[in-house]
């Protein structure tokens, strides 16, 4: 890929136009940032300069990590795996509770700790034998040069790209960008505007938009997660709505992640999520026709399996991230009737477990 100037973390971009008043709009997601020469978007590593819009994180990477796929989370790709984890600075969204405030919030290049071109990344994956390759950490829409180069490094070798987004990406950049992609773990923050204006200084739409996107036009594999907030997005009727649209939009066999809050970032004030809350909206939301509901960032044996929408026989036990009885066939069928369990199955399962292994690239 060709750059500006000396610095290869530096990269020309295509998403972007200029406007009558001289300044240069972004259109890799909906925040149309409008920028002038010297200033940057709200992910912080897009930029304008030369009167173009540039990504200043090519090759640059926050750290990379080892870890099992469930922890994406996605229950249903290439179970007990391990994946190559890695991300960059900057994010387009301003969620308030962030998790990872320290890497997507940084307005330091210095967070940028370790480099690999997307063939030396791909060669790392294949040498610690993970199966996949997962863009995290912070959302790669905004280094979506970089992932896609990296995504087509891994297809070469055989591995696996997965992408943990926030769904929030304009309709031309989302058609090339999961053209690349293996499977997703989409966050769905709430399920109304009010929530994702004043918590995410987003919009709702554009990401359900992503989801329909996935289901009906794309062969991803992907799952949903939604971090439940007390007061904030976990009631029962928001639950109840978003579920129902779930199951009306998308079909009852899209996986869906109910995952515990805990304090930080600016959302300091609000508790832990108690972990009956989540299984209330587990409940509901099976209630309501979903095959495929679990609990996350809990202790919960329950929640966290996998259950035949057939029979309802136990098909895969999950102890954290941890898998215990495994009643899958190597195609993914059900042993006990046969039932097709959704998903990306490959063989016997992983056994990776619950390891998180840091890795210096350098």
Known sequence: ?????????IVRTRYWHHLPDGRVQCDVCPRACKLRNGQRGLCFVRACQDDEIVLTSYGRSSGFCID???????????????VLSFGTAGCNLACKFCQ???????????????AASPEKLAHTAVTLGCRSVAFTY???VVFHEYAIDVAQACRAVGIKSVAVTAGY???????????????????????????????????????????????HETQVWFEITTLLIPDENDSDQEIDSMSRWI??????????????????????????????TLTRARSIAMQNGLHFVYTGNVHDMKGGSTYCSG?????????????????????????SCGTQCPGVFDGRHGTWGARRQPVRLS
Not at 100 to 114: F, Y
């Open 247 to 276: 199951l009306e939009q998308l079909g009852p066999e899209v996986p869906l992640h109910f995952t515990a809050f805990h304090p930080d970032w600016k959302m300091r004030d609000k508790p832990h999520t108690p972990p009956a």
């Open 1 to 9: 890929m060709s750059t500006l100037v000396q610095d290869p973390s």
């Open 311 to 335: 029979c309802g026989a136990l098909l895969i036990a999950r102890d954290w991230y941890v898998l215990k009885d495994w009643q899958v066939t190597e195609s993914g069928r059900c042993r």
């Open 169 to 215: 990406v304009c309709p031309e950049p989302r058609r090339e960008f999961y053209s690349y992609m293996d499977a997703a773990n989409v966050d769905l923050k709430a399920f109304s505007e009010r929530f994702y204006r004043h918590v995410t200084g987003g919009q709702l739409q554009p990401v359900l938009d992503t989801l329909v996107y996935l289901r």
């Open 138 to 140: 912070n959302d790669p």
């Open 100 to 114: 990872n405030w320290d890497i997507s919030k940084s307005r330091e290049i210095d967070t940028l700790a370790d």
């Open 68 to 82: 099992p796929i469930e922890k994406k989370p996605l229950n249903h790709f290439l179970p007990g795996t391990s």
